[in-house]
C-alpha cells in the first residue's frame, strides 16, 4: 500500500500543507488505497511535504509524485484532454502553486499572522508544540528569494485576491476546473482553496474567497464526492 507522508491534519482538513491536502485528494480521485504517517519534514526526500513510500522507493514533490502515479497505476483523470487543455491545465496549476501559494498560503500563515503558524501549527504538530521559529526563519527567506517577499502586504493580497478572481472566473458555472469531468487540476484548486475557504482563522483574504461562490460550491462539491457527504 501506498504511504503519504504528512505533517498533521488541522481545521477537519486532511493537512496542515495544501500540497499535502492536494495529494491527499489526488489519491482518492484515483481511489489507489493509501495509509498517512507523520514525519518530520526535513526526513522527507526533498526536505519537504507531501512525500510517499511506494513499492520500496520514496519520492518527493507532489507534482513528480503524481506523475510517476499516473506511469505506475494508470491516468485515470486526464487522459481525456487534449495537449492544448493539458497546457491550459499546468498554467492553472503553477498559478495556484508557485504564486497564489506565497501570495496567500505563505503571507498568511507566516508573514503577516504569524501566529497561524507558530501556534496553531506547532500545536497540531504535537505535545508539547514544538518551536517553529527556525523553521518560520527558513520560510522567510525562501519567501523573499522567491520574489513576493519583497512586496509590501497590501500589494501581495491585492496579488492574491487577482488570483483568486481569476480561478473563480475560469471555473465559471462547470463542475470542474476542465469542465464536467475531474481532471488531476482539480487536485491542486481543491488542496489550496480548501485553506482558503475552510481555515480556522479569519483573514481579509479568506473572507475574499469564501465570497466568490462558485469557488465554496466547487469545494463542497469535491469534498463530498471524494471525503463523503459528512466529510
Ligand atoms: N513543490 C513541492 C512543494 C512542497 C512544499 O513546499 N511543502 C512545504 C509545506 S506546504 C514544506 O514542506 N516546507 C518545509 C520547508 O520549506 O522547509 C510539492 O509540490 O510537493
Redesign the pocket.
Known amino acids: 500500500m501506498i504511504t503519504l507522508y504528512q505533517f498533521a491534519p488541522i481545521w477537519g482538513l486532511p493537512d496542515l ?3 499535502v491536502t492536494k495529494l491527499d485528494a489526488y489519491l482518492r480521485m484515483v481511489e489507489l488505497p493509501y495509509q498517512t504517517v507523520r514525519v518530520n ?1 526535513w526526513e522527507a526526500p526533498k ?4 512525500a510517499i513510500e511506494d513499492r520500496g522507493k520514496k519520492l ?4 513528480l509524485i503524481i506523475e510517476y502515479l499516473k506511469a505506475t497505476y494508470g491516468d485515470k483523470l486526464d487522459g481525456h484532454l487534449s495537449p492544448r487543455d493539458h497546457a491550459t491545465a499546468l498554467g492553472m496549476q503553477r498559478l495556484i ?1 508557485e504564486n497564489l501559494y506565497w501570495a496567500g498560503t505563505i503571507h498568511e500563515r507566516w508573514v503577516l499572522h504569524k501566529e497561524i503558524a507558530l501556534v496553531q501549527y506547532a500545536r497540531a504538530l504535537g505535545d508539547p508544540p514544538p518551536d517553529l521559529n527556525p ?1 518560520r526563519e ?2 522567510l527567506k ?1 519567501y523573499y528569494g522567491q520574489g513576493m517577499g519583497r512586496h509590501s502586504s497590501e500589494e501581495v493580497i491585492h496579488i492574491a485576491k487577482t488570483d483568486l478572481s481569476a480561478l473563480s472566473a475560469f471555473l465559471g458555472d462547470r463542475l470542474y476546473f476542465m469542465g464536467e469531468q475531474p481532471t488531476s487540476l482539480d487536485a491542486t484548486a481543491y488542496g489550496f482553496l480548501v485553506h482558503f475557504l475552510w481555515t480556522g482563522y479569519e483573514s481579509e483574504l479568506n473572507t475574499y474567497a469564501r465570497s466568490l461562490l462558485n469557488l465554496t460550491a466547487y469545494c463542497r462539491r469535491m469534498r463530498e464526492r471524494y471525503y463523503g457527504a459528512n466529510a
Open positions: 500543507s495544501p500540497f519534514y526536505g519537504k511535504l507531501p518527493g514533490d507532489s507534482t502553486e523553521l527558513s520560510i525562501q
